[in-house]
């Protein structure tokens, strides 16, 4: 008698664990904007439009030949792929159905309007930062001002189990924080609207901070020296933005952080690879007050542990300019790199960028070095223009073995002091960056 009442109390847990657990993986969030109704019409500000930049929403919601917002953006997963979706007003094949607590809970919380849980490759956790103004401002501009497109969005390739999305909202339990940014009262107004941007819309933290084993972001905000240290995500290593010498801004003033975001060029580096995602559909629109706050934020971060400095070593520029090419891949560098990055390794002027001291060649991880040999830095647009300058795709001409040769001569050239490249890693991005081949995970953003 006994076991069947303990029984039964134990089954009885177990069935209300149960419907809690079904409803919350299943409820819809309370928005803020919950009461209004979809009478409060949309307005069109040239503040929604400029918001809509900062977030960058442009980049993922569209393919390089599509319509703004239409969506149909294939995004590789370890899990397998998944597209951005139609988020033009239209009303059947995209969001002209949602209110405004409906789009409120896709970006700031990751749940459509049926109720189904959006993958964190949607960037919510950053944009759950954003304020509710910002959040009404945003609407009004994509339900009053981005033109509807009919075009169905593609259902993601991921399966058993993993395509459960509900397991989702578990993670969100988790890994989610729903505060919006609070300013703190510490610091001045450009830091708290820096802060604002770089964690809130700018999403910077979605590439530059690393991951966890669920994909989650391992910090949020600047009270982690995790935060923006550094991270390998699509086959670019986006580079430490904390106070590091070397690896990190240690060196660059808050003139030289401005001047990349505004025109994607600077005496240390030119912007290539995933950054021209965020360079060409948005950083470049931002007000110079904007970008000076960034700079500000992003300079107040403090070191991430690796105190040492580069000096530049004259040896390999002299070997070079001696005609001794007994260094692995400084026969090869001398022929297919010098003529624009020097025999110096400085580069020219701010177009044609330093190999020296430069972060994304000294990298722990060297696969924006490895990404931008096989395959060119991508197309810099500025205001409409693409930039004339472009680094050369060496795919078809150089094998594994001599791109690993030629970045480990730079690597270990001119005071750099990095570790050697093996072919092998050569090889396995030379294939996740190929078009053609089924493990592919290269995105071709706008
Ligand atoms: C880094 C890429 C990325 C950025 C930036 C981004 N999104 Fe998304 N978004 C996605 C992906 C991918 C999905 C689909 C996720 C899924 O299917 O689970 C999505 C889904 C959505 C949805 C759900 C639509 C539906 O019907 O399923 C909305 C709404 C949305 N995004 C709006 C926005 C807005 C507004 C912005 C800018 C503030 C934005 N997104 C920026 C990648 C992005
Ligand atoms: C889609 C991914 C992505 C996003 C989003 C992104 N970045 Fe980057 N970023 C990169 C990659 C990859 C690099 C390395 C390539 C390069 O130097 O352009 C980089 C480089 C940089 C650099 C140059 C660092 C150096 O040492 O050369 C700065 C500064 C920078 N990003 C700032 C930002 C800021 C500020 C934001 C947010 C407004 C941001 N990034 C958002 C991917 C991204
Ligand atoms: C025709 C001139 C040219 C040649 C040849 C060339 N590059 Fe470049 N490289 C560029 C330009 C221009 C950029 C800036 C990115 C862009 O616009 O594509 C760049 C960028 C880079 C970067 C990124 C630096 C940063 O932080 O911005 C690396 C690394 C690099 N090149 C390495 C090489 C190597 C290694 C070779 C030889 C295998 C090489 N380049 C050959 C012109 C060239």
């Given at each position: 008698m006994q076991v069947r009442l303990w029984a039964a109390g134990v089954l009885a847990i177990v069935a209300i664990a149960a419907a809690a657990v079904t409803w919350y993986v299943h409820r819809i969030p309370r928005s803020p904007f919950a009461a209004e109704l979809r009478a409060a019409a949309p307005t069109a500000s040239p503040e929604g439009e400029y918001a809509a930049r900062l977030a960058d929403c442009v980049a993922c919601h569209s393919t390089a030949d599509g319509e703004p917002f239409a969506g149909g953006l294939k995004m590789g997963t370890p899990m397998g792929a998944l597209y951005s979706t139609n988020i033009t007003p239209d009303p059947d094949t995209g969001i002209g159905r949602y209110s405004l607590a409906d789009f409120d809970n896709a970006v700031r919380r990751g749940v459509a309007k049926d109720g189904h849980r959006l993958y964190p490759a949607m960037p919510y956790p950053s944009y759950a930062k954003l304020m509710d103004e910002d959040v009404r401002t945003l609407y009004g501009y994509f339900m009053s001002t981005v033109r509807p497109v009919r075009r169905m969005s593609q259902p993601p390739e991921i399966h058993f189990p993993l395509d459960q999305r509900w397991a989702l909202a578990l993670w969100n339990g988790l890994f989610l924080n729903n505060d919006p940014y609070r300013l703190k009262a510490d610091h001045d107004a450009a830091w708290n609207r820096g802060a604002y941007l770089v964690q809130g819309f700018g999403h910077c933290g979605a590439c530059h901070t690393e991951r966890g084993p669920a994909f989650n972001e391992r910090a949020l905000d600047e009270r982690s020296d995790k935060y923006l240290g550094g991270a390998l995500l699509d086959a670019w290593y986006a580079s430490d933005l904390r106070g590091d010498s070397r690896l990190g801004l240690g060196e660059w003033t808050e003139q030289d952080i401005t001047q990349f975001l505004k025109s994607g060029h600077n005496r240390h580096a030119t912007v290539y690879g995933s950054m021209l995602d965020a360079f060409n559909n948005s950083t470049q629109f931002m007000t110079d007050d904007d970008l000076a706050a960034i700079a500000a934020y992003v300079k107040s971060l403090g070191g991430g542990g690796d105190t040492t400095t580069f000096t530049y070593d004259e040896r390999a520029r002299d070997a070079l300019d001696g005609g001794d090419?007994?260094?692995?891949?400084a026969a090869k560098y001398l022929s297919?790199?010098?003529?624009?990055?020097?025999q110096d390794g400085k580069g020219r002027g701010d177009l044609l960028p330093p190999l020296a001291g430069n972060a994304s060649v000294l990298e722990r991880d060297p696969a924006s070095l490895i990404n931008i040999m096989l395959n060119g830095g991508g197309r810099i647009v500025v205001h409409g223009v693409p930039d004339s300058y472009r680094m050369t795709p060496f795919r078809v001409l150089l094998s594994d073995e001599e791109i690993a040769d030629i970045a480990t001569f730079i690597r270990s050239s001119w005071g750099n002091g990095a570790g050697a490249v093996q072919a092998s890693r050569v090889r396995d991005l030379r294939e996740v960056t190929d078009p053609s081949s089924d493990r592919v995970i290269v995105l071709r953003l706008r």
């Open positions: 090419l007994s260094a692995r891949g297919q790199c010098s003529s624009c990055h020097g």
